[in-house]
């Protein structure tokens, strides 16, 4: 490769020894990047990717002396291996489990019975997002918030009522034939990790570190006494803190470099995600290739459909159908057929066990909920969805869905999009402007967009290398920052 200044900036500093974060904007070649520091050194080193597929794909790009893996593969040699008994157990319910830990009765807190199921369910998430972080032991700062239990004293109160549970459920997580729990990858990664493991290399190259597990930082972070420690990513796309995932770079104690050259789009597409940019008050600005010429305007026909929520990806994915187009989703129809799934039980008086839905008892108090309780309202474009539609014609629509590769076009959230790229991209329109203030409706300046929704914007717009339809993104045009970064250019339609 014939690397840019930045590029050559970063080499020569990982030549000199130092530990380094990269800041890679949309587009600009990180992998390229680490390839290039790999092949400047005879060094062993050992790549961490974001998953499997991102893995295999280095593999083939990095010399012989650079291992690719996962981390989960690392812990999967270390300690995973002696666990396959019980990765390989058959599947059982959450509630069966609960059982086998003394979870054998509901609980009533304030006006809401949690039931036994539910219970259960919550146990077994505590376990999972003890997993995620760098703690020694299970918490309640562990226990997921549930809907219907928003108030402070009601969240304690289960988190006591859970912890014991959980943590009687990790314990059985030790041993290594088959017990009460079902055994998951995310176990042998966290078991690896209280070992305090030492990874044999020279040096440590992380991928995607804007959104990194604490376990997984944890580890990483103490190999610094024998390996050099290079990460990279892009801050302005850490969009997972929802789940758990900790944007290590910012504070990172290393020298600090910047890729802003993009060559996956033009000037124009770099413009629009330098204003996003700008609303997530980020440093970094992106220079788009002046030799592609990357346009911004209406895409009635394009290679995908990018949506804030998973409603937003079922609505989109029902209308494509009914035009008759053949519709791909990134990452499968489970989640949606699971959500359609709970409505369906709810409307027909039975409980469900969805954990966005487990405390409500029918569809009316979820009408109710999603209407007039503020905690409730992006559960609203479920609720008309449901309402418009049924239930059992989006079940239809899911098991209808078509393989990427053979699909007329593909429709995904941006969480599932980001690493991914399309020719034209569509923006969908759940991405909804910042609300303003009941008492001024119409206020000057608007109001302030969130961080979190300005980084997810941001991914979703940069998905695209030839044309973008800014949908359901046009309202950016009220906000001033970032105008100056370059003037747009709106095309004309075209498929």
Known sequence: MNPTDEQSAAADA??????LALQAGAGTGKTSTLALLAHITQRRG???AYNRAIAA????RFPATVTCKTAHALAFAAVGHRYMRRLNAPRRPAWQTGQALGLTKPLRIGSREISQRALSNAALRTVA???HSDDGDVTKSHVPRLRGLEDPGHHAELADHLVPFARRAWIDLQHFDDSAVRFEHDHYLKIWALTRPRIGADFLLLDEAQDTNPVVEQVFLAQREHAQLVMVGDSAQAIYHWRGAKDIMTGFDGAHFTLTQSFRFGPHLAAEANRWLALADAPLRLTGTDAIATELGPVP???????????????QVMQLMTAGRRVALVGGGQSLHALAQAAKDLKEGRRTHHPELVLFTTWGDLQDYATHDPSGRDLQPLVDLVDTHGPDAILTAVAKLTPEDTADITVSTAHRAKGREWVSVRIADDFAPPTPLADNPQPTPPPPVDDAEARLAYVAVTRARARLD????????DFPAGLNDSPLTEATPTS
């Open 14 to 19: 990982f030549a000199a020894g130092e530990n």
């Open 46 to 48: 050992r790549y961490l």
């Open 57 to 60: 794909d280095a593999q083939t």
């Open 129 to 131: 997002r003890y997993c």
């Open 301 to 315: 026909m394009p290679n995908a459909v990018l949506c804030r929520t998973n409603v937003g990806a079922m609505a």
């Open 470 to 477: 800014r949908g359901g993104l046009s309202w950016v045009d």
